[in-house]
């Protein structure tokens, strides 16, 4: 099974040796953002075989977010809280309202984290200071992808929310990270800056948009 590592650096840059951001500040600040592997496969054909016959999947071009190139078999996706944080948990719960309510997917919550397709979960997911002085970048979310790389289709997700850096923010601001990662974890890439999209690295000051739901509606439009 090969990992598809998203690696996303939602972060947030602070002045170290400035005054600390306080907590009503964080999520108004500027964020920064390098996406580690991804790859980008828009445009395959691909196969997926069940246990009688096989599906043929179209990864589509030119959505509006770009695509990971991998998918689930089916839009009925199912997730596990792995996490006792409560804010963490309010995030993934608030995200996965937000997504269900595109009807474009359909994440059901279960409780064996052994059946789930996605993890939901906590960690701490390293700090990375920049050799310039003074700035340092927080690390919020990461999600990462198995998948079955003869049919491109999805077979793990796991998307981890940093719950020591998200206790500063909004729970508006959780949920937003939270419906980026999960994003991910159904196949989307991430947008570029101009785009209107959940899906901006950089810059998450927007909940999941239309584009979002075109987008994950192309994808799993069989
Ligand atoms: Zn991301």
């Given at each position: 099974?090969?990992?598809?590592?998203?690696?996303?650096?939602i972060?947030?840059?602070?002045?170290?040796?400035?005054?600390?951001?306080?907590?009503?500040?964080?999520?108004?600040?500027?964020?920064?953002?390098s996406?580690?592997?991804?790859?980008?496969?828009?445009?395959?054909?691909?196969?997926?075989?069940?246990?009688?016959?096989?599906?043929?999947y179209?990864?589509?071009?030119?959505?509006?977010?770009?695509?990971?190139g991998?998918?689930?078999?089916s839009?009925?996706?199912?997730?596990?809280?792995?996490?006792?944080?409560?804010?963490?948990q309010?995030?993934?719960?608030?995200?996965?309202?937000?997504?269900?309510?595109?009807?474009?997917?359909?994440?059901?919550?279960?409780?064996?984290?052994?059946?789930?397709?996605?993890?939901?979960?906590?960690?701490?997911?390293?700090?990375?200071?920049?050799?310039?002085?003074?700035?340092?970048?927080?690390?919020?979310?990461?999600?990462?992808?198995?998948?079955?790389?003869?049919?491109?289709?999805?077979?793990?997700?796991?998307?981890t929310?940093?719950?020591?850096?998200?206790?500063?923010?909004?729970?508006?601001?959780?949920?937003?990270?939270?419906?980026h990662?999960?994003?991910h974890?159904?196949?989307?890439?991430?947008?570029?800056?101009y785009?209107?999209?959940?899906?901006?690295p950089?810059?998450?000051?927007?909940?999941?948009t239309?584009n979002?739901?075109?987008?994950?509606?192309?994808?799993?439009?069989?």
């Open positions: 099974m090969r990992r598809l590592v998203l690696i996303c650096f972060t947030i840059w602070g002045f170290f040796l400035a005054l600390p951001a306080s907590a009503d500040q964080l999520p108004t600040t500027p964020f920064s953002d996406s580690a592997t991804t790859t980008n496969q828009s445009g395959l054909t691909f196969s997926s075989s069940t246990t009688q016959k096989r599906h043929h179209v990864i589509p071009q030119n959505t509006p977010v770009p695509l990971e991998v998918r689930w078999p839009k009925q996706v199912t997730i596990c809280m792995q996490t006792d944080d409560p804010h963490i309010q995030a993934f719960r608030d995200a996965v309202k937000r997504w269900n309510r595109t009807k474009a997917i359909r994440f059901r919550w279960i409780k064996n984290p052994n059946k789930a397709e996605v993890i939901a979960q906590t960690g701490d997911l390293d700090d990375s200071q920049s050799a310039t002085v003074g700035i340092v970048t927080s690390q919020l979310g990461a999600t990462e992808t198995e998948f079955n790389p003869d049919t491109h289709t999805l077979t793990r997700a796991t998307s929310l940093d719950s020591a850096e998200l206790d500063y923010t909004s729970r508006q601001f959780r949920s937003r990270v939270a419906q990662e999960l994003g974890a159904i196949g989307l890439a991430h947008a570029p800056s785009a209107h999209s959940v899906m901006i950089r810059n998450i000051q927007t909940g999941i239309k979002d739901i075109k987008s994950v509606r192309m994808l799993y439009h069989d």
